[in-house]
């Protein structure tokens, strides 16, 4: 007992060493957001300076916060940029709907069926690998200029995410809750819907959080690719006449939008999926 005690206490500086945070994790979360952010902008002014970039091509944080004023007046005084971040967003929110709604049905294909798994899902990985880019002179040319092949290429790009975690998550629930609900007569319906949807929630909803970044590319890499009227036109033509202070704050708008709706799923998982601890990322918690 003597010698298990002295090599315990031998041990204990060790492990109360291990679990002491650093110095940098104990600085608070706001200060260090701050600092970190801070510093960014000093080494940005600094490369700006001394003109290690051409100031075309990166200009100074100062002119990028003019710009963002600029915009930011036009978008609250009504201007052209709030009608073209309107249609940005409808496509944005179209798309998404329709990825939720695709994705969601193919995964309780791929999910709850041999057919699904054996079958389906093979194409659906082979069509993720291609370079979905490529898709967008295709969706114009089947659905025109207009807003429709922005959406669409939106929604294809958000898909495959979801289809992914809905169909992880109704493999989550474990031997021992299939055999229980097997045991009390539970029909297949029943347990999809009572057991297993329930049960992966977690993994759909970080399928979504997913969709909810891709969504957003799909939409303005088809406002580059094919035409529109949204902020992705606008990023284009500021591309055009090499006015990068427009096309950063454009870019921070955008930015926005993203965190907007992302943010909008975290904040519903967090009503529906109470009960699991995750962290914004969709992994556990601590």
């Not at 007992?1 to 492990?15: G, H, L, Q, W």
């Not at 940098?24 to 290690?52: E, K, T, Y």
């Amino acid at each position: 007992m003597t010698e298990y005690s002295s090599v315990d206490a031998a041990e204990a500086p060790d492990t109360v060493w291990s679990e002491r945070a650093s110095l940098i994790d104990r600085v608070p979360r706001s200060l260090a957001m701050v600092l970190l952010f801070a510093a960014f902008i000093g080494v940005w002014q600094l490369v700006h300076v001394l003109r290690l970039v051409s100031p075309i091509i990166l200009p100074s944080p100062f002119e990028v916060a003019e710009d963002i004023v600029f915009v930011g007046t036009n978008l609250l005084s009504g201007g052209y940029m709030l009608g073209a971040l309107w249609i940005t967003v409808k496509e944005v929110i179209l798309g998404f709907i329709i990825a939720m709604a695709i994705g969601f049905s193919l995964g309780l294909l791929v999910g709850e069926t041999g057919f699904g798994e054996r079958v389906v899902l093979p194409y659906l990985v082979a069509i993720d690998t291609m370079p979905k880019v490529a898709f967008a002179p295709l969706f114009v040319a089947w659905l025109g200029f207009g807003i429709s092949s922005k959406v669409a290429l939106a929604a294809f790009i958000a898909t495959f995410p979801i289809v992914v975690a809905t169909a992880a998550g109704l493999h989550v629930a474990n031997e021992n809750e299939r055999m229980l609900f097997k045991t009390l007569g539970a029909s297949r319906w029943q347990t999809l819907f009572r057991m297993k949807l329930p049960t992966g929630l977690p993994q759909i909803f970080t399928g979504l959080k997913i969709a909810a970044v891709g969504v957003m590319a799909g939409a303005i890499t088809g406002e580059f690719l094919g035409g529109g009227k949204g902020f992705g036109e606008l990023i284009r033509v500021a591309a055009s006449q090499l006015d990068t202070p427009r096309i950063f704050s454009l870019i921070i708008f955008l930015s926005l939008l993203g965190l907007a709706l992302f943010w909008s799923v975290v904040w519903v998982e967090r009503r529906f999926v109470f009960w699991h601890k995750t962290s914004v990322a969709g992994g556990p918690g601590l």
